[in-house]
């Protein structure tokens, strides 16, 4: 995995040892070979493997290319991030991506492979493919909203997975089928079905644990904020919308009301104005009449 913030990492049993080798190599690697180029090489290790699954009923010594698919698996998928951090070229979002991505046409194509091989039931594998890729979507939603990428589930992480697989298919080699209660069954079919139901219940147990976390981190900040806002008085938004509805409730009750509604204003701007108008008219009546007496009785000034 290569977010401007790169979620931390748990690795399995291996992981110490496994780092050391990665960065020994990151700082061998010839400047031409890129992050990119070696997680192209995961994806194609991967469709190899499955191509090799697919070729066991001729002959099982193809068991030993899947193996040695799952070595060059091992080298691009896990070195891929480590080279870009090394060379501090390192892209997060987009390695987070890609890996998640390419991990998952990966597993389709060397599962699919292992459908072929007669190794194991086609529904096995099938069961198989579908348990990962729910385990892929649990661990990278996990890493977004928690901040840690989980790759491990207890001492086993991908590169346990792959020298497990390893170790199944050399057993392969010498006991590729049996029988069990009556039937006939790939050796496959023995790891198949009860690895698929592990991983179901993993993924279950996870999910559970992770939205328990999830609720309580939320519950928390509901809380927190709650406890603002009583201590501080209600929110501007809050404020906002009491005072709309202030001002709908004022236009409602009129003048009876403490708060007078606009169109009450109107109304006596528009009454107050007929008034002067009238009181207006009414002087300059009186002036008129006052004017044509004076004319009509001229001695009374002399008088």
Request: aromatic share 6%; hydrophobic share 45%; glycine share 12%.
């Amino acid at each position: 995995m290569e977010n401007d913030t790169e979620a931390r990492r748990e690795l399995g049993v291996t992981g110490d040892a496994e780092t050391r080798v990665l960065r020994w190599l990151s700082g061998r690697m010839p400047r031409w070979v890129q992050p990119d180029h070696l997680t192209a090489l995961g994806l194609l290790s991967l469709v190899g493997g499955g191509v090799a699954y697919a070729l066991t009923p001729r002959d099982l010594q193809w068991l030993h290319g899947v193996n040695l698919g799952l070595l060059l698996n091992w080298l691009g998928d896990s070195l891929d991030g480590t080279l870009a951090r090394f060379r501090n070229r390192s892209r997060p979002r987009y390695g987070f991506y890609v890996d998640h991505l390419v991990d998952g046409f990966g597993a389709a194509a060397l599962l699919t492979g292992l459908a072929l091989s007669g190794l194991a039931h086609p529904a096995a594998a099938v069961a198989l493919l579908v348990a990962y890729l729910l385990l892929s979507i649990e661990i990278a939603l996990a890493a977004h909203v928690t901040g840690v990428f989980r790759i491990t589930r207890g001492p086993i992480g991908g590169t346990e997975l792959r020298m497990l697989l390893v170790l199944a298919n050399l057993t392969a080699l010498v006991w590729p089928r049996s029988r069990v209660l009556g039937l006939d069954v790939g050796f496959f079919d023995l790891i198949a079905v009860p690895a698929s139901v592990l991983v179901l219940a993993l993924v279950l147990h996870a999910g559970w644990r992770t939205a328990r976390q999830l609720d309580d981190l939320d519950r928390s900040a509901l809380a927190e904020h709650s406890g603002r806002v009583d201590a501080g008085g209600p929110s501007r938004r809050q404020r906002a919308g009491h005072d709309g509805r202030d001002e709908q409730r004022g236009n409602r009750e009129g003048e009876a009301g403490e708060v007078e509604p606009r169109h009450a204003w109107k109304q006596r701007g528009e009454h107050t104005a007929r008034c002067q108008r009238a009181a207006d008219a009414e002087q300059g009546a009186r002036e008129d009449e006052t004017g044509a007496l004076r004319r009509d009785h001229p001695d009374d000034r002399a008088a």
